[in-house]
Each structure stands twice: as structure tokens, then as C-alpha cells.
């Protein structure tokens, strides 16, 4: 290895043949060695003691990156100064118009990861995913807001509207709690997605388990134990949602009465569709027009009202660009004969002739 | 694991001393490297090396040891596995123990992060260095968890493209941070808690 303490203005250099080497590596192992590749991998680090070394240090670089998460962008609005000290309280977002501002709150509580709060906005049709301090993700889909607010002890997150999906960095010991429409949903480490529709929130687990409790009370809102493994239930004590189960919780199951939730298998075929949001994608097995042009709809202000109940029912399968209504429409049109009516605010679609 | 301080105090005679200082520890960076790049969602690397360390002293008492080198690397694999298995259970008990477990103060991983800030600015400004293409990619495989095969599909490039550009992207940030005096054990030393 040169002299590293050089100026920072050389040009940077191409890898060594030896930097290479440990960069295929890297690579390799991020993507999951084979049983043949494992003793390959061993045999170069045992060849030369300078490539455990190089290797570690793609290690401690890539484990920094992660760390720092993006450069904060240049913020056009001044963030409040008091965000990033404030202990565990609801900073209310004030618009979620305001995403630029909320998101430069965030980027504020990155240096104290201890204690960290935040909220962050997406507008109608935006997409935008958040790296929490703790190394956790936040994807928000379109009109979302949620506000963080971290102790040293816990982690808890609120979904104030929209949907949302979490990835959740391990911690046993500083749980991640999400709340939504007084539906709390715990974790350690785990991936889940949560949506607050207009009555109900839905929760759908796609990595490890979950708890699925009433906010207030604590009481858990899943039944036992049908659908959770009898082996894993006496060491939880405690009902769980686990990966590839869904659940959605109406109001009415909040009452103290009410029988516990059960859960809903999740093929994997489907998970893909929920989640294809996360991608910028509408993914749709036949499902009925109305819950397509639902869809559509939260992703702008220019809304779809079908005119026409008969067409509503009528059942459509594809994978669409949420932020193409235009093309979805007319795609109706050419290929289903479907005759469109434009207002100032909406596009009305009925059955054709 | 708890049993491993005081076997290893009782273990450590003078020969036997030698013996794991020159046979055992020189491979203790390969072991390292090795279980980050097997095993890269283990939380403490260096506890699974001090477990290792104990089961090949013990192997070695009981006259089982040949060779150290593959003995080695078979027992760390061994017991990241255990690990593994050991975590999954833990993971699933504290999900009862939640409300006890909340009021624990200060985490050490807290502390970690903030002991490497001037690593985090340095890699900020590594990361602007870096020409677009190459920054986006690193921003949606790093920061946003895309897999290699989305960012391929939506950027419209191969699959490997992703992978050089990746691989770009590391070798920048890491020779930024070495231009700017982070020191190369600083770097390999990072202790790796929080993985995409």
C-alpha cells in the first residue's frame, strides 16, 4: 500500500491487482457464496495475510457507508432548530406539502443516534426512501407521513397516513415500534408494510415475525395461535404475525370483546403485487376495476370515476406505472373499447357501445 | 459462551501461550474476513472469534488438533452457525420481554456510531466525489436495499455493470477515507452491526 497521508487533489488510483481481487470478493459474498466458492474465498485469504486485511477494510468501509446513509441534500427551508433534541414527543408534521422541510428535520437528527426524531412527507405520486439513524429503512409510498421519535431504549415510529414499508435493522434490545390508526405493530428485526387505508390498517409481514397489539392497551389484536407455529407460541407468550401473513385490522376489532384477528396467508406471488409499490410498479392478478382505479387514484390529484357499475366489476390483470394514469386510460380505451368523459378534475370511464 | 473466560485463563500455560501465538493467531485476520464474508448478518465477530479460539485450545488438549488451519476455519463456521441458531432463539424470547427490556439505557452501538462521525463526513464528501451513475447505484443498493438485479432492470443495464460500478464505488470511498489519514486498521476494525 503507498503512502496514504498523499494530497487529496491526486487523482484517485485504479485498484491493484491484489485490490481487485478482494473487491470480486466482496462482491461474491454479498451475494452468498457457493459451498465451492466458500473454499475458494478461504484458500485467498490464507495465501496472503494482506488479504484478509484488504478484505476487512472493503468490509469496514461498506459497513461505514451504511452508517452515513446519503449526503443530506442542500435544504431550501430551515429546519427547527429544537428537532433534533426533542425526547420522545409527537413532532406533528405541520404540511405534508412541506416534504423538504420534514426531510431536513431528519437529516438533522442523524449525529445523535441515541435520540433522534423526525418526520418526513411524501406528496401525491412521490416515492422516497428514508435511512433512519439505527440503520433501518423507511419506504414511504405516495401522500404518506410518518414521524420518528428514538430513545436509547426504543424505537418508534408513527404512520400518520398512507403506507409504508420497514426494514428494521436487528436489536433486540431496542425494539422497533410502529404505530398506526392506534395499531401498534413491534419488532426486533424483522420487514414489514404497513397501510392505514380510510377505515382499516392493514399489516403484512415480509421478513420475521411481528406483534400486532391495540396502542392503548397493549392487548394483542391477533388470535392465538392458529396459523403461528405451536413450537415457537409458549416461549412468545404473546401472539405473533410472522412472514408471508397479513393481516387487516377494522375498528371494530379494537373493542376490548373482540375476538382476536385471524391471519391470512400471503402467497408469495401475491406479496410481490403488495409490495410492488416499493418499485414504482401497480401489480394486479385480476382484480376488479374499481380496486384498480382505487389504486390509481392515491397516486394523483387527477382522479378516475367509473361511471358505470358494470365496468367496475369487470376484472383486469397487468402491471402498470402508478404515475400513468393517461397511459392506463387509454389503454382501456384502445383495448376494451372502455369510452372516457373528461372533467376539469377527473376522468369518468364507462363501457362502450 | 459463558464458560469461556475461565476456560481459556486455565488453558493459557506457558506452551500452550506459544503454541496459540504462533500457530493460532496469525490467521486471526483470514478468520475474521472469513465470517464477514460468510456470514455477514452476525452481529459480534469478534465474540464468535473468542468462542473459536476457545473450542480449538480445548481441541487441542484433548489431542484432537492436526492441523490448525482448516481445524480452524471448520470450528468458526461451526460455531457461527451455533450463533446463528443461539440469536434466532434470543430474537424470538425478548419479543415477550419487551416492556422490561425498554428502559435499558445508552446502547454501546449508539457510542459506535458516534465514535466514527469523521469517517461519516469523509464519506459524504466521498460519495459526492463519485460520478453519477456509479453514486446512484451505490444510493439504491446501499441506502435504499435494492438488489443487484432491480437497479440492473431499472437503470437498463446488466446485472455485472452493477457489480464493477459497486465495486467502484467501495475502492473510491475506501482510498478517500486513506487520502484523508483514516488509518487502514481503523477501517478494518469497523465493527459490523447494521446490514442491508
Known sequence: MP???????TPLPEPTEMEAAALTWFSRCQSGLTEEQETAFQDWL???????????ELDGTWELLGRAGEPA?????????????????WARPTLPLAAAAALAVGYLGWWRPAHYSGETATQIGALRTLSLPDGSTVTLNTDSIVAAAFTPGERRIRLERGEAHFTVAKNPERPFIVEAGGVSVRAVGTAFNVRLASKAVEVLVTEGKVR??????????LAAPAGVDPAVLPTLGHPILGAGQKVVVAPEAKQPAAAGIVATAVSSDEMQRELAWRERRLDFDLAPLSEIVAEFNRYSRHQLVIGDPVLAEKRFGGSFKPDDQV???RMLQENF???????????VLRAGP | MSSQPESLGQLATTDNARWFA????????ALRAYLRGRFPGLPDVDDLIQETYARVLRAKLAGELQEVRPYLFAIARNAAIDLTRRS??????SLGNIEQLSVVEDRPDAAETAAHGQEIEILHEAIDALPPRCREILRLRRFHGLSHQTIAQQLNISANTVDAQLCLALFRCRQFLLLRGVSRETLASVPAKTRA
Not at chain 1, 441534500?73 to 414527543?89: C, D, G, N, Q
Not at chain 1, 373499447?337 to 376522468?347: D, F, I, L, S, Y
Open chain 1, 3 to 9: 503512502s496514504t497521508n498523499s494530497h487529496p487533489a
Open chain 1, 46 to 56: 490464507a495465501a496472503d495475510a494482506r488479504h484478509a486485511a484488504l478484505f476487512n
Open chain 1, 73 to 89: 441534500p442542500v435544504a431550501a427551508v430551515e429546519a427547527p432548530a429544537a428537532a433534533p433534541h426533542r425526547r420522545f414527543h
Open chain 1, 212 to 221: 400486532v397489539d391495540d396502542a392503548v392497551s397493549g392487548r394483542s389484536l
Open chain 1, 327 to 329: 397511459g392506463f386510460v
Open chain 1, 337 to 347: 373499447g372502455v369510452t372516457v368523459q373528461e372533467t376539469e378534475t377527473a376522468t
Open chain 2, 22 to 29: 504462533e500457530q493460532v493467531q496469525p490467521h486471526e485476520s
Open chain 2, 88 to 93: 434466532r432463539v434470543a430474537a424470538t424470547d
